[in-house]
């Protein structure tokens, strides 16, 4: 367990490449955002806007597997390029989509824009677990992922700041979301302006790969690894698009930027479980470490369900902290041991994040036809299967 984080011949790399997942948090967790502030510009009920996951997560699925069959040809920096842009494309286009005021164009900007995050998610997570020993492969994940949550809690404060306000109502609430993302798009773009003037080492097979899906599949901890990272994503996506609603019928009359504010709370530690969990792993094996968490929210899960007041929000916040470490932990599980199936195994993990697309549509549901509290039954049920993996998936071959 006391494996270097990596050598030094690739720490220039890791470094930069830890910047894209500080980067792509702005796109993924300004979603937490624009879900409440749309629901009321475009008058939605809970499972309409719960759309704007479903074409995010849904891009992400679409473009995975196109992703790393590219890149067995393009390599790792040509990938990342390609997925810059289309990040800076998506996000410029909800400037149009304020102006003509169409629900549909925003949930079209989010898919492109989604499109290229799955292209740096792709790219970006194995290229991290081979800059360095096997050994630390999860820790290392863990660290660069430590700066997406980084990321996640700066996004609130930008939403709250430029996207979220009690004065406006209408086509003006709606228009509050272009300032943002031109800022977005510009930092895309410098950032890929950096990446392309890089040195960038390409770490390739000892051989040629003819790696299939079918190949890919043949291994019960990949198997088993995807499955769990769609639950994980379905889970983390629904619990943090909720809390502001959730605090909002717990608590009924807060304010949106105040209930913003246990947004914040809740990516707060998520942040500080990335870190921590991170260091833990030195001293932990990352399997126990991801079976303790996976418990430790299923437990505020239950408290969120079936508490009131201040004990569910706080359930709610404290979820994000075990949420931490399942992401980057249940990936590098998943493809260890995959070899020439490396790059393909990574594009079903991240082809995995459709849970982000399908379980905040199915809480959504239950929201609607029942309360927001019981719509947190979901993520429960995900809870156990990654603990099940944890457990016992994740020592498979």
Request: with cysteine; glycine share 8%; hydrophobic share 55%.
């Amino acid at each position: 367990m006391n494996a270097p984080l990596t050598e030094r011949k690739y720490a220039p790399a890791l470094a930069l490449i830890t910047t894209l997942f500080f980067l792509w948090a702005l796109g993924v967790n300004l979603n937490d955002v624009l879900i409440p502030h749309l629901k009321k510009a475009f008058r939605l009920t809970d499972l309409q806007s719960s759309l704007i996951q479903s074409a995010f997560f849904g891009g992400y699925f679409l473009a995975a597997f196109p992703a790393g069959r590219l890149m067995e040809r393009i390599g790792y920096k040509r990938g990342i390029l390609i997925g810059l842009a289309l990040c800076a494309t998506g996000a410029l286009l909800f400037i149009p989509a304020a102006t003509i005021l169409v629900y549909g164009f925003f949930l079209f900007a989010l898919f492109v824009m989604a499109c290229g995050q799955s292209f740096l998610e792709v790219a970006a997570n194995p290229y991290v677990t081979i800059l360095g020993p096997p050994e630390s492969a999860e820790r290392r994940l863990n660290l660069a992922q430590s700066f997406n949550s980084v990321g996640a809690v700066v996004t609130p404060f930008i939403g709250a700041a430029f996207i979220l306000t009690t004065t406006q109502s209408g086509s003006d609430e709606a228009a509050t979301v272009r300032l943002p993302y031109l800022a977005i798009a510009a930092i895309f773009v410098i950032v890929a302006g950096i990446i392309y003037f890089t040195h960038l080492p390409e770490v390739v097979a000892t051989q040629r790969t003819h790696a299939s899906i079918a190949s890919a599949w043949r291994f019960p901890r990949l198997r088993q690894g995807v499955l769990a990272q769609f639950f994980y994503v379905g889970a983390q996506v629904g619990v943090a698009s909720f809390v502001i609603r959730f605090a909002e019928h717990v608590r009924p009359g807060t304010p949106d930027p105040v209930a913003a504010h246990y947004l914040q709370l809740h990516l707060i530690g998520f942040m500080i479980g990335r870190f921590a969990g991170s260091g833990m792993m030195k001293f932990v094996a990352p399997a126990k470490l991801l079976a303790i968490f996976a418990a430790a929210a299923f437990a505020c899960g239950a408290v969120a369900v079936f508490a009131s007041g201040m004990f569910a929000i706080g359930a709610v916040v404290a979820i994000g902290a075990f949420h931490s470490i399942m992401f980057p932990t249940i990936f590098a599980l998943g493809i260890k041991g995959l070899g020439d199936a490396t790059k393909l195994g990574s594009s079903l993990m991240v082809m995995a994040i459709v849970g982000g697309a399908a379980l905040p549509a199915a809480m959504g549901y239950i929201s609607d036809h029942s309360t927001i509290q019981r719509a947190l039954l979901v993520p429960l049920f995900c809870y156990l299967y990654i603990l099940n993996f944890a457990v016992r998936g994740s020592s498979v071959p």
